[in-house]
């Protein structure tokens, strides 16, 4: 199911609100998310949010936890498909961007994701478009299940760091933030030095060199099997 982004006419109440069904309600628990972070989604809130009281929610989710695995499946839909036409590493690699775009756009589904054991339907039609698209390029069955595994452990464990990662050295504390900005880190750790000093830090950049050394070398071992 694809949850699309919920609208002023949804949070607001009045004549001219819609009626409540799942739909509804997982677009306003991803809204919540997106703006104070999973740990800001109770069913009080989301009841508030929707307008709504909070028992009137549990006629269309069974409890929290099924509220979290139905916003992982719809922020999975947001994915663009592995598409079984054409270049595939390309089609890969335009399925991994669009994975990466999306779990920044949502920040707190990277770590959400990897916590929920549910999995759903947009998460089913993902993997069996991506293991379409290698089959249908020659790989094995082994290769395949491999390589899928090297993919989605890029596409989240680059993310994740990405959105945990503190982007400024301040945030690090002030011991770390001492070390980095002070001799001492000339002193201590001549090669971080210089690789923080001498190198520029893109992490879109950073994401697409990993992805494109994966597909490359998928595609060597394909060729050699």
Same mark, same amino acid.
């Given at each position: 199911?694809?949850?699309?982004?919920?609208?002023?006419t949804?949070?607001?109440? !009045?004549?001219?609100?819609?009626?409540l069904?799942?739909? &509804?309600?997982?677009?306003?628990a991803?809204?919540?998310?997106?703006? =104070?972070?999973?740990?800001?989604? @109770?069913? &009080?809130?989301? =009841?508030q949010?929707? =307008?709504?009281?909070a028992?009137?929610? %549990?006629?269309?989710?069974?409890?929290k936890?099924?509220?979290?695995?139905?916003?992982?499946?719809a922020?999975?839909?947001?994915?663009?498909?592995?598409s !079984?036409? !054409?270049? $595939?590493?390309?089609?890969?690699? &335009?399925?991994a961007?669009?994975?990466?775009?999306?779990?920044?756009? #949502?920040? $707190?589904?990277?770590?959400?994701? /990897?916590?929920?054991?549910m999995? !759903?339907?947009?998460?089913?039609? %993902?993997?069996?478009?991506?293991? =379409?698209?290698?089959?249908?390029?020659g790989?094995?069955?082994?290769?395949a299940?491999?390589?899928?595994?090297?993919?989605?452990? #890029?596409?989240f464990g680059?993310?994740?760091?990405?959105? @945990?990662?503190?982007s400024?050295?301040?945030?690090?504390?002030?011991?770390?933030?001492?070390?980095? +900005?002070?001799?001492?880190? +000339?002193?201590?750790?001549?090669?971080?030095?210089?690789?923080?000093?001498?190198?520029?830090?893109?992490?879109?950049a950073?994401?697409e060199?990993? /992805?494109?050394?994966?597909?490359?070398g998928?595609?060597?071992?394909?060729?050699?099997?």
């Amino acid at each position: 199911m694809v949850v699309k982004p919920l609208s002023e006419t949804d949070r607001n109440s !009045g004549p001219t609100r819609i009626p409540l069904n799942r739909e &509804r309600v997982l677009r306003g628990a991803i809204l919540l998310a997106d703006e =104070g972070g999973i740990d800001s989604l @109770s069913m &009080r809130k989301l =009841g508030q949010e929707l =307008g709504v009281e909070a028992m009137s929610l %549990y006629n269309h989710v069974a409890n929290k936890d099924d509220i979290l695995d139905g916003i992982v499946d719809a922020i999975q839909s947001e994915v663009e498909l592995v598409s !079984g036409d !054409g270049d $595939w590493k390309a089609a890969i690699r &335009r399925s991994a961007l669009s994975a990466h775009e999306v779990l920044l756009r #949502h920040p $707190w589904a990277c770590r959400l994701s /990897l916590s929920r054991p549910m999995v !759903g339907p947009a998460k089913l039609r %993902y993997v069996d478009s991506l293991i =379409g698209s290698l089959r249908g390029a020659g790989f094995s069955i082994q290769l395949a299940h491999e390589a899928m595994h090297a993919i989605e452990g #890029h596409v989240f464990g680059f993310t994740l760091q990405e959105v @945990s990662f503190p982007s400024n050295i301040e945030d690090m504390g002030p011991q770390v933030a001492a070390i980095l +900005l002070g001799r001492q880190m +000339l002193d201590e750790y001549p090669n971080l030095s210089e690789v923080v000093l001498g190198s520029i830090h893109d992490d879109q950049a950073e994401f697409e060199f990993v /992805l494109d050394l994966i597909l490359d070398g998928l595609e060597r071992a394909r060729d050699s099997a």
